[in-house]
């Protein structure tokens, strides 16, 4: 009886960590917002010979939104990524792909950076961020298509937190990563992103 009473409380405790993300960006309050490590992802894919699309992602990734919920398309956000965090699950690719000049160059370029410049609202929760995007010393303009999950509270943040997903498609041989490309290596990168960001506190 007792033990059962214990994870009731814990289960109760829990569930009051976390409420139902609200959809409408109006709900959220306007102010800056700290992008959460923990859950956030940022994967990439291409082709690889036209047999599969080969992914992989970076782990390390950092970001700050200014969001104004009466006017979403005044907000602005700030995403930055170590390169050297690119992660394919084989240790030694990994090394190669953060160090070596055919493809990220981290020692020389330790930053990827992505800062938007404008933002156009497709649909109530759904609008398109141009921004321009830093790779390897190159930086070009790009288009991320995104989506509001919410805004809920999240464990452990005393503040609202906000849900977004998006995607983008660029070019690598724009930003001086054309390695391989001549040899079916696929050249169009697909983006995805999934974040949070929890008020700052």
């Known amino acids: 009886m007792m033990r059962a009473l214990t994870v009731s409380l814990a289960f109760g405790l829990l569930s009051a960590c976390a409420t139902p993300p609200v959809l409408e960006p109006a709900a959220a309050p306007t102010g800056n917002y700290i992008l959460d490590p923990t859950h956030a992802s940022v994967t990439w894919s291409l082709s ?10 970076f782990d390390d990734i950092s970001g700050v939104l200014d969001f104004d919920s009466a006017a979403p398309q005044n907000s602005t956000v700030d995403i930055r990524i170590d390169p050297k965090s690119v992660s394919t699950g084989l240790p030694k690719f990994d090394e190669e792909l953060a160090a070596s000049g055919n493809y990220f160059d981290a020692n020389t370029f330790p930053e990827i950076r992505f800062v938007s410049t404008g933002i156009k609202l497709t649909g109530e929760a759904m609008g398109l961020i141009t921004g321009d995007l830093t790779l390897k010393g190159v930086t070009k303009p790009v288009t991320l298509d995104v989506t509001f999950n919410g805004a809920g509270k999240s464990f452990g943040n005393p503040g609202k937190t906000l849900g977004f997903s998006a995607s983008t498609k660029f070019l690598r041989s724009d930003f001086n990563m054309g390695h391989l490309v001549s040899f079916g290596i696929g050249d169009e990168v697909a983006l995805r992103i999934e974040t949070e960001f929890n008020e700052a506190q």
């Open 48 to 57: 690889h010979a036209g047999l599969s699309n080969y992914t992989a992602r």
